[in-house]
């Protein structure tokens, strides 16, 4: 499968603990977004990533939310201390680098996240 | 803030007529356009695009309009098939900015 693979597909966590959401690109893409989803609401941007940068994280939660995309391996969004607010679907968007003509996200199937 | 509007929750549409589906934004620094058809329990799908510069864009039976001044875009499918039943986002992004500003989505069911 050379899609963006996320997992694990469904997360159930208590509060109060920490919630770790993997993202691995399209083969050959570099740039890794993260997106919420809400019940009955449009994906909302969280962060934006390059290998080993953040270059936007507008969208990110100013406490408890963390993204990473190391030099090997997958994307993480990590949520420490979770409520029951950050139960959402959560979704990993990639595209390929470079200048030029634009080139669409393509997303993952998302990960669910709930807080019991 | 809402920039991006899908006004119609739903549509239903028979098997084989024209799907409108109604897009409006709000800010005008947005210079690009993609719709995104999901279903349930999975990821949006990339599903057409079209550039500022442009005003109409045909993909197969998709064809995706932009009016520029009205702020308002659609996508039309024709003939609709029930395949086509799901979950379609539009969603609009800056010439300088990464993020894309989704909708909330409309809901189309096609009929046989």
């Known amino acids: 499968n050379a899609g963006v693979m996320q997992n694990p597909r469904h997360l159930v966590r208590r509060r109060g603990q920490e919630a770790r959401l993997r993202c691995s690109p399209m083969k050959g893409h570099s740039h890794v977004y993260w997106y919420r989803q809400l019940p009955e609401e449009g994906l909302k941007f969280m962060v934006y990533?390059?290998?080993?940068?953040?270059?936007?994280e507008s969208g990110m939660p100013k406490e408890r939310f963390s993204a990473e995309f190391p030099k090997e391996g997958p994307s993480i969004l990590r949520i420490q201390q979770v409520v029951r607010g950050d139960s959402a679907a959560y979704f990993c968007?990639?595209?390929?680098?470079?200048?030029?003509?634009?080139?669409?996200?393509?997303f993952g199937d998302g990960t669910r996240l709930s807080i019991l | 803030d809402q920039q991006v509007k899908q006004n119609s929750p739903s549509l239903s549409v028979q098997e084989g007529r024209i799907s409108i589906l109604n897009c409006d934004y709000t800010n005008s620094m947005f210079d690009y356009f993609l719709w995104y058809k999901k279903y349930p329990a999975e990821g949006p799908t990339f599903l057409i695009s079209?550039?500022?510069?442009?005003d109409k864009n045909e993909d197969g039976r998709f064809t995706v309009f932009l009016n520029k001044s009205a702020k308002h875009l659609s996508l039309h499918i024709v003939p609709s098939q029930p395949g086509d039943s799901a979950v379609y986002f539009c969603a609009a992004k800056t010439n300088s900015g990464y993020a894309l500003n989704f909708g909330k989505g409309t809901s189309l069911l096609v009929t046989p």
């Open positions: 968007a990639s595209s390929p680098s470079g200048q030029g003509v634009y080139q669409p996200q393509h």
């Open positions: 990533l390059q290998k080993e940068n953040i270059i936007d």
């Open positions: 079209i550039s500022s510069i442009k």
